[in-house]
């Protein structure tokens, strides 16, 4: 009897709990990787996560429809396989079927959707086992984890979040760079927005040990890290890198050095859309007054700023917002396509 037991629990174990990274790639309960995904990473194709708090908390609905689904297709363009990663229905997804996405677009905006970071997951995945909490859209930190259970190595967003201004005393500092610290996936983003505090932000990455890696394209001099709608910053990237050769190159060195962190590729906003930042300093310092006003402060901060800094440019911000994404979406999936190169 006694056994038995032992037995049961011991299969039971076996289904929900992975014993090595292999089994990772096998579904449980709280997570599940889409047959596609799963096939494209174990036949080493290149494949690229792509967060879904972007469309839960950064995108008005229903432009996110169009933007999560043109963003899957440029990565597909692109010789890539997209895993868009977020929870639905309680279930840590990577890979969702289209159906999904909407639904994870459509969930925008509503009191019922939550934003989910690393120490939300857990959270939201337990509570899902009964029923009570859906959909959830996954922030960098918990999107990376996530990429990384699933054995992806590239991803790529919009803007990554970081210290605030104030963050010194506040110490609202986002679990993005912690987890950039502690999860070997590579993200490319167009640097963090101005309202953070952009040369405390570099600080504690580089403290976290993450590498941060700016695309030259061509450019001579000081290349500044940059500020997402904005390709200056004002602050020097620590690293340059020429081209998605080089980049896969320190994602290729850092997994034969066992490196357990992760790198920060910057990849600034296509010229063509990026908006002066003596204008957005503007906008962000009017945003930014907003957000104490409202006492919007936590996990609330971020979001409550992004709407503000739309109202204030009349929705101006929002195709520069999409023209990124969509240049981060290139950017990653020929940096998976080198990779995977050099891993053959
Ligand atoms: N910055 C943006 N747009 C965004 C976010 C940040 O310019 O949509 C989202 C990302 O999902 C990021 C998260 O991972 O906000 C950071 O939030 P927090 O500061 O609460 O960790
Ligand atoms: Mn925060």
Redesign the pocket.
């Known amino acids: 009897m006694a056994l038995a037991r032992i037995g049961g629990w011991k299969a039971a174990a076996s289904r929900y709990a992975p014993r090595n990274r292999r089994d990772f790639h096998l579904d449980n309960h709280c997570f599940k990787v889409s047959d596609e995904v799963r096939e494209a990473i174990h036949s080493r194709r290149p494949v690229v996560a792509l ?1 879904s ?2 469309y839960t ?2 995108f008005p609905y229903p432009e996110n429809v169009t933007l999560a689904s043109h963003l899957e297709s440029t990565i597909r363009v692109h010789g890539g396989v997209p895993a868009t990663i977020g929870v639905i229905d309680g279930i840590a997804r990577v890979g969702v079927k289209a159906e999904e996405l909407t639904r994870l677009a459509a969930a925008a905006g509503k009191d019922t959707t939550l934003k989910l ?1 690393r120490w939300d997951l857990g959270f939201i995945c337990g509570m899902g086992l009964s029923g009570k909490i859906k959909i959830g859209g996954t ?3 918990s999107t990376m984890l996530l990429a990384h259970l699933a054995g992806i190595k590239v991803f790529a ?5 970081g210290v605030h201004r104030g963050g010194e005393s506040s110490l609202d500092i ?3 760079l912690t987890e950039l610290g502690r999860t070997p996936v590579a993200v490319v983003s167009s640097g963090c ?1 101005s309202f953070l505090d952009l040369p405390r932000t570099l600080e504690y990455l580089e403290t976290q040990g993450v590498s941060v890696a700016t695309f030259a394209d061509g450019r001579e001099g000081q290349i500044d890290f940059p500020a ?1 709608w904005t390709r200056e910053s004002g602050v020097s990237s620590p690293t340059v890198v020429h081209d998605e050769k080089e980049a896969a190159a320190i994602i290729y060195a850092q997994n034969l050095l066992s490196m357990t962190s992760g790198l920060l590729l910057a990849n600034p906003i296509p010229a063509e859309y990026s908006i002066p930042l003596a204008e957005m300093d503007g906008v962000i310092d009017a945003a930014i007054r907003e957000a104490e006003l409202h006492r919007a402060t936590g ?1 609330a ?2 979001p409550f700023i ?1 709407r503000k800094i739309k109202e204030l440019t009349s929705g101006r911000s929002i195709p520069a917002n999409q023209a990124l994404i969509e240049s981060n979406a290139v950017r990653g999936t020929k940096v998976a396509v080198e990779l995977s190169k050099l891993e053959k």
């Open positions: 967060e708090a972007i908390h950064g970071s922030t960098v930190a967003t919009g803007g990554l979040g986002s679990a993005d927005k997402f996990k901060n971020t992004l």
